[in-house]
């Protein structure tokens, strides 16, 4: 299973790589989201710095429905995933991979947001291991969930529409506490932040289970 | 055209007698509710409410979408696994969405009087608002065409996936809450000790409640089941017809064909 998420992984990034659609696309409106929000309440510097962390958490969140259509995309052409089905591979090693993917395209995504954030908004962060492991949590949540409802709407028509739908309100908790964790990890307490990861680590670890058991059922399904 | 037009048997004898005494029930309770019990010491008139919102959250939150969660984990277990389940299911949430829906409606037209707003980002209050989004992209992916095997087990695990969040997002507001204490008066006395009349309609309300949901369950799976049949029978029949066409002309024509043009013809009779 392992063996078989690193190859699936290294797939996708290798495609990622390559096309360069989620590093000069997804990024970009990342980016541009960021400056956008910074024209819906700014240009007051104290407004912006108190909801810079929940700002780029939405970032991130909308950036996660992008990079998982993308990861459904890679699959959609021609007898892709017929391909995949029939090449053996356990299909929780395909959730494991291309979830992997999706957390380190999301990653890379955060660093740039990051740095975007501190200059434009001014703030930075004060408590870095905190925002640290609540990033890493968050993002293994995103990832997994993400490609979970990636694989559900996977082949439908109706994809770019229905995907937010479904996978928006399931990442509700994550904003959530992603926020606040990074809140506290920008006002310097990190007591206030820590509890929170006590929802990002839960939250990551149930659809990780969730997804390495019922991906198979999909698969079979799409 | 027999099969087509003959008229689908009528509603089993036990829905129709659960739907006729959840009809009652809640009359029964409505009549209690507003010209029987007393206004209350606190909130006065407004209690009344007490006796509709809470049955009807009940419905939606645990009877509803407990069922849905519960019909499509039995779904995807392979020794169960039976459309039963999946329209079970459906039945269920769309039963549930409606209730959620007016669990948000009765909450609202309570609050504003009582806190003096529409809304507060109240634990229970967002988290149920979660849900009815939640489920409605249920109803969105189920309406997504496909065969009912796939469409089946796509729904079971959106259900079943959704359901998973429910507790998370209940606990990560919760939190949310205790950390933003907000200006809110949720800590105000909302539930004075009930008794007397009050309890007993109360407990009539839950009852009736319960009894429409299950009336409406049940003819919402028999629909569900008839327009699958519908479907099926639908497409039958206008493959029928169109052979029926592309065999007129030649069958005229060509005593050899005549045979083959009866065929489908006759079975359209049947």
Redesign the interface.
């Known amino acids: 299973m392992w063996r078989d998420a690193v190859l699936v992984a290294g797939k996708d990034l290798r495609i990622e790589l390559r096309s360069r659609v989620a590093l000069w696309q997804v990024v970009p409106v990342a980016v541009l989201s960021l400056v956008l929000y910074g024209f819906a309440l700014g240009p007051g510097r104290r407004a912006l710095a108190g909801a810079a962390p929940g700002l780029f958490w939405l970032a991130v969140l909308f950036s996660t429905v992008l990079a998982t259509q993308r990861s459904v995309a890679i699959e959609s052409g021609e007898g892709t995933r017929d391909g995949l089905r029939s090449s053996g591979i356990d299909p929780a090693g395909v959730f494991l991979g291309k979830a992997a993917a999706v957390a380190v395209e999301l990653a890379v995504l955060q660093v740039v947001l990051w740095a975007a954030m501190t200059l434009l908004f001014g703030v930075h962060l004060r408590v870095g291991w905190l925002a640290l492991v609540a990033s890493l949590l968050a993002t293994c949540g995103l990832a997994v969930?993400g490609t979970?409802?990636g694989a559900?709407?996977a082949g439908?028509?109706?994809r770019e529409t229905?995907l937010p739908?479904?996978v928006l309100?399931?990442l509700?908790?994550v904003l959530?506490?992603a926020s606040?964790a990074w809140a506290a990890a920008l006002a310097g307490s990190p007591a206030?932040g820590v509890?929170?990861l006590r929802?990002l680590g839960?939250?990551a670890a149930?659809?990780l289970v969730?997804g390495v058991v019922?991906y198979g059922?999909?698969l079979?399904?799409? | 055209m027999n099969a087509r037009s003959s008229t689908p048997e009528r509603l089993p004898r036990w829905i129709r007698a659960t739907g006729a005494l959840g009809a009652v029930l809640s009359a029964l309770t409505v009549w209690l509710g507003l010209w029987v019990t007393p206004p209350d010491k606190v909130q006065g008139n407004l209690v009344r409410l007490v006796y509709l919102h809470p049955p009807i959250a009940w419905v939606a939150l645990y009877l509803a979408f407990g069922l849905a969660a519960l019909s499509s984990l039995l779904y995807l277990w392979r020794r169960t696994r039976s459309l039963f389940w999946d329209r079970l299911a459906a039945a269920s949430v769309e039963v549930g969405v409606v209730f959620n829906a007016l669990t948000l409606a009765t909450g609202m037209l309570w609050g504003r009087p009582t806190w003096g707003v529409w809304w507060t980002w109240d634990a229970r209050l967002t988290s149920t608002a979660l849900l009815l989004v939640l489920f409605l992209g249920y109803l969105a992916l189920r309406r997504v065409p496909a065969t009912p095997e796939v469409r089946a087990k796509r729904c079971a695990v959106a259900a079943l996936v959704a359901f998973v969040d429910v507790p998370i997002v209940h606990f990560s507001v919760i939190w949310w809450q205790t950390l933003h204490q907000g200006a809110t008066v949720l800590n105000a006395n909302l539930s004075p000790t009930i008794h007397g009349s009050m309890a007993w309609t109360l407990l009539l309300g839950f009852v009736a409640l319960t009894l429409v949901f299950v009336w409406m369950v049940a003819v919402r799976y028999r629909i569900e089941v008839l327009a699958d049949r519908t479907g099926a029978l639908d497409l039958e029949v206008s493959l029928e017809e169109r052979w029926a066409e592309a065999a007129a002309p030649v069958g005229s024509q060509a005593a050899d064909t005549e045979g083959a043009g009866a065929a489908p013809a006759a079975r359209v009779e049947r």
């Open positions: 969930a979970l409802y559900l709407s439908l028509r109706v229905l739908l479904l309100p399931i509700a908790p959530l506490a606040r206030a509890s929170w929802v839960p939250f149930v659809y969730v019922l059922p999909l079979e399904a799409g």
